[in-house]
C-alpha cells in the first residue's frame, strides 16, 4: 500500500515518470550513499499517524487539560502579560504572505516584510526614545544578555553591575551567555522602598564597568528614578541599559529621556498571546552611535532602480552569514512574525489607546492593593511609587495562599519564593486593562475568606 | 506598482482603531501614583488610524510579499516546506493560547504533556537520549550544545580551546563557536563536497572541544565517513555535533545518535514544518547523549509513574537557562501536531519524497547547468553559473532576480562559500512533480535569455533592484515625523 499524505503530492505514476528521469529503479537508491550500518533497519518506536480529524481530537483533548486565562482568574505576570489584542490583529498576522514567507533575502518579492520591519524599528524607536532599533531578538532575557554584550564589546570592560530589580531569569540568561567569557556579574542591592539604591551602585561603579543595567518597572514593579543612574554609569565611562516594558512606556520617561545609551526588553504585551511562554519578541534600541555592535538584522531603507522608496536588510557586515566567526552575533532567524504583530498591536490602539491600557492597568492594580491592603496582616511590600504590578506581603506562608485562591479560580501571584528563597510570604500580582471591577472584588473577598 | 506610504504617513491625530471600556473603578486622586520625575515628556510618535486603514495598509503589504503559500520556495538549505493549517488551527486554541508561563504545573498539564510527548519523540527520531527544547532558533540552539560541551570538558577538567567547522558550514556555526569563547579552525572539503579526511585527522588534538558538521552537508552530500570521524574525536576526548539544518533528507532514515554524533539541534521550523514568519519564531532544541545530560539547561520536563508533569529547575550541574521560560511552546506544539500527523509508519515517507525531487530537479537541470557534486544528491543540490558568468557576464545574482520576473522565489545564492556563482536549490517532499517541471522550464528559459533582460531584472515586481550599497552607507532605519 503507498502511504498517502495530504502533504505528499507524487502520486505512484508520478514517482515511476520521476525515477525513470533520474535513472534509478527505486527511491531507497537515492540513499545509498548512506552507509547500510547507519540506516535504519526497522521503523521507529512511534505510534502511527494521525488524519486531521484525529489530530483535532487528540489535541482538543490535551489543550482541555490546561486552565486557561478563561477559566482561571489571572493575576500572574512576571514578565508575561494578558493583555487585550484586537481582532484586527490576528486576522493580519494570518495572512498568510507574511507567516509563510521566509527571511527576506530577496528584497524585491519581500517588500512586505521588510516595509513592516522598518515600521517596527520605527515605533521601537518612538516608544523608548532611542535612535536606532533592530528587527527583534529572541524575547526579552536574551535582548538584555545582548545588551550587555553590545557593552562589553564596545567598552572592552568587562565588569557588568545590574540592579537586583532586573527580571532573575534574565539574570540567569546573562549568567549562561557570558558562561566563558571574562566578564564579571556584579548584582546591586535595592533600598528598602524598592527602587535601586543609588549609593549602593555607585559604589560597584569603577573604570572597568561596561555597563550597568537597570530594570523600569522593576521585577517587584516599583518604579526607577532613572536619569541619575545615567549619570552615574557615565561618570565611569561605562554604558546605561534600562529594561523596560513597553507598555509603560506609554506613561513612565523613555529611556532616552533617562539618558540611556541601550533600551532592551520584552515586547509580549504588546498583542502577543501568553502561549505558555513562548514565542515572544525580545526587543533592542540604542543610540546610533551603537549601530555597528547591534546584534541581529536590521532594516533599512532605500531606492530602487526606479527612484522608489524601498526596504532592504542591512548592514549585514555585522552578522554571522558574511563574518563567520567576526560576527558579531551568530543570530540568524529571531522573531519576525511577533515584530509585525507588536507593530500591529501599536496601529490598532494607537497613541491614546496605549496610554489608556497603561493607565487603565495602573488604576485597576492600585485599586486591587489598596483594597487588600485593608485586610488584616497584608501590605503592600515597598514604598517606592509602582506601575501596575506590585509586590504583596501576605504576612504568612505564600504556598497554601496561593493553593486555596486556585481552588477558588484566582491565580493570586507569582510566588517571590520562585526566585528569592526566603520571601516565602510574598506574590507579585500583576493587574492589566482586561480585569472589570467585579473580578478586583472578588479576589479581595477571596483573600480574605482564604486568610 | 506605486509606493505603499508608511503605517506613520497614513496617520491622523484622533483617529483609532481600538476603543476600551471606561474605567470601573475609582482613579486615585490625581496622578500622584506616578512621580513627576517619572512621568514621560516626549511624546508618544505612533501611528492613528482607524481600523479600516490598519486592515487596508497590512493587507496591501502583504500582498508585496511572498510565501509558500503563493508559490515554491527553493531555497536551499532553508527547508521551505508547506506549513499545515490544522498546525495553526490547534495553536490557536484557547487552552494553548491562553497560558501563563508561570501556572503552577497542575493548572498546565497539557502543555506539559507536549513537551514531554515532544522530547520523547525528538529523541526517538535522533537517536539522542535526552532532550531539551528550551533554545529559541537553530543558532540558539548551537550556542547552547556548545555551552554544555564547555561544561562537559569544564567537568573532567580540560580546557580544549577550539571548535572545528568545515568550510561548507552555515555562518552561524563558527559565529557561535565564537560567542561561547572557542577559537575556530576551518576544515577544506574535497572538491567531491566533503569533508577532507586529510586535512581534518591532524586537526583533531587534545586542544579540539568539538567538530560541527552538517549531514548531509551544505552541498547536499550524505559525509559517509561521520562514524570514522566520531572515533576520532572521541579519541581525544572531542565532542562530534550534529547541525541540524538539512535533518529533512534523513529524518526516520538515519540517526545523527547512531553516526555517533554527541550532540545536535533541531530546526523545528525547517524540518517540522513551523511556519517561518518572514524571518521567526522558530524553535532550536538540542539533542545530547546521557555524559551531556546533567549539562542541559533548565528548567526540565518530569513525568511520575502516574502520568503526572511537572518543571524541574533543580539540576546542579545544568548550564543554566538559555531564555525566560520554557522556550518557543507555541512552536514545539505545531511541530509535534505535525510529526503525529506522520507518525512512526509514515515519518521516512518525508524524507523519501524530498530525496526524490531534489534528484529529479537535479535531473532536469544539470544538463544545462553546472552540477556542481555530479548528479546524485539528497534533499538539495548546487549549481554553479560560474560558466554562464565567465561566457555572458549573468552571475548567480542575475539568475535569482530574473526568477522573479516569472513569479518564483530564487534558490540560495553565492552558499556555500566554497562554490563560485551558487545556485543552492531544495525543492522539498511538498512540492508536485508539475512545480518542479515548470520551475527547471523557467531557470532553462532565462538561461538563453539576452543577457541584458537578466541585468536589468527585477521588472514585474513592485520594487526593482535595490541600491543596497546607499542602504549600507547613509542608514535610514527608522521613520521620523518631518520637523
Known sequence: MPFEHPYLPQTPADQSAMLAAIGVADI???????????????????????????????????????????????????????????????????????????????????????????????????????????????????????????????????????????????????????????????????????????????????????????????????????????????????????????????LLKSPGECGADIACGEGQSLGIPLSYGGPYLGFIAAKMELVRQMP????????????????????????QHIRREKANSNICTNQTLLALAATIYLGAVGPQGLKEVASQGAHKAHYLAGELAKIAGVKVRYSGAWFSEFTLDLGRDAGPVLKAMQAKGILAGVPLSRYYPGREREILVAVTEVKKKAKLDRYVAALREVL | MSEEKLIFEKSAPGRRATTFPALDVPAPAGEDWLPKEARRGLALGLPEVSEQDLVRHYTRLSQRNIGIDTQIYPLGSCTMKYNPKVNEDLAGRDGFRNIHPLQPDDTVQGALRVLWEMERWLSEISGMPAICLQPSAGAQGELTALLVCKAYHDSRGRRPRKVLVPDSSHGTNPASAAYCGYTVETVKSLPNGTVDLEDLKPRI????????????????????????????????????????????????????????????????HKTFSTPHGGGGPGAGPIGVKEHLRPFLPVPRVRRTEQGVFSLDEGEPKSIGRVRHFT????????????????????????????????????????GRFHATYGDRCMHEFVLSVSDQKKRKGVGALDYAKRMADYGYHAPTIYFPLIVPEALMLEPVETEAKETLDELAAVLAKIDGEDPALLHAAPVNTPVGRLDEVGAARNPVLRWKPKA
Open chain 2, 327 to 366: 522556550g518557543n511552546f507555541g512552536i514545539l506544539l505545531r511541530g509535534l501536531v505535525y510529526l503525529k500527523s506522520f507518525g512512526g509508519d509514515g515519518l521516512p515517507e518525508i524524507a523519501r519524497r524530498a530525496v526524490l525531487n531534489a534528484n529529479y530537479l537535479l535531473a532536469l537541470l544539470k
Open chain 2, 205 to 268: 588534538t587534545e586542544d579540539v572541544a568539538c567538530l560541527m558538521m552538517t549531514n548531509p552537508n551544505t552541498v547536499g552530500i550524505f559525509e559517509k565517513d561521520i562514524s570514522l570521524i566520531a572515533g576520532w574525536m572521541h579519541a581525544v576526548d572531542a565532542q562530534l555535533y550534529y547541525d541540524g539544518a538539512n535533518l529533512n533528507a534523513i529524518c526516520a532514515v538515519a540517526r545523527p545518535g547512531d553516526m555517533g554524533c554527541d550532540m545536535m539541534h533541531f530546526n523545528v
Open chain 1, 28 to 250: 531507497a537508491d537515492l540513499f545509498k550513499s548512506i552507509p547500510a550500518e547507519l540506516r535504519l533497519k526497522g521503523r521507529l518506536d512511534l505510534p502511527d499517524h494521525l488524519t486531521e480529524m484525529e489530530l483535532k481530537d487528540e489535541f482538543q483533548a490535551i489543550g482541555g487539560a490546561n486552565l486557561s486565562t478563561g477559566k482561571l482568574d489571572n493575576y500572574l505576570g512576571a514578565g508575561a502579560y494578558e493583555h487585550y489584542s484586537p481582532s484586527a490583529v490576528r486576522h493580519l498576522l494570518n495572512r498568510s504572505e507574511f507567516y509563510t514567507s521566509y527571511t527576506p533575502y530577496q528584497p524585491e518579492m519581500t517588500q512586505g516584510v521588510l516595509q513592516a520591519l522598518f515600521e517596527y524599528q520605527s515605533c521601537v524607536c518612538a516608544l523608548t526614545g532611542m535612535e536606532v532599533s533592530n528587527a527583534s531578538l529572541y524575547e526579552g532575557g536574551h535582548a538584555l544578555a545582548e545588551a550587555c554584550l553590545m557593552a562589553h564589546a564596545r567598552t572592552g570592560r568587562n565588569r557588568l553591575v545590574l540592579s537586583a530589580g532586573v527580571h532573575p531569569e534574565s539574570l540567569q540568561v546573562l549568567r549562561t551567555y557570558t558562561r566563558n567569557l571574562d566578564t564579571e556579574i556584579v548584582v546591586a542591592p535595592l533600598g528598602a522602598d524598592g527602587r535601586s539604591d543609588l549609593a549602593a551602585v555607585k559604589a560597584l561603579l569603577d573604570s572597568s564597568t561596561a555597563a550597568l543595567v537597570l530594570a523600569n518597572p522593576n521585577f517587584f514593579g516599583v518604579i526607577e528614578d532613572a536619569a541619575p543612574f545615567a549619570e552615574a554609569a557615565h561618570a565611569v565611562g561605562a554604558l546605561f541599559i534600562m529594561s523596560v516594558e513597553p507598555v509603560s512606556l506609554a
Open chain 1, 296 to 319: 541581529g538584522r536590521i532594516c533599512g531603507q532605500t531606492k530602487d532602480n526606479r527612484g522608489q522608496r524601498a526596504f532592504v536588510l542591512t548592514l549585514q557586515t555585522r552578522e
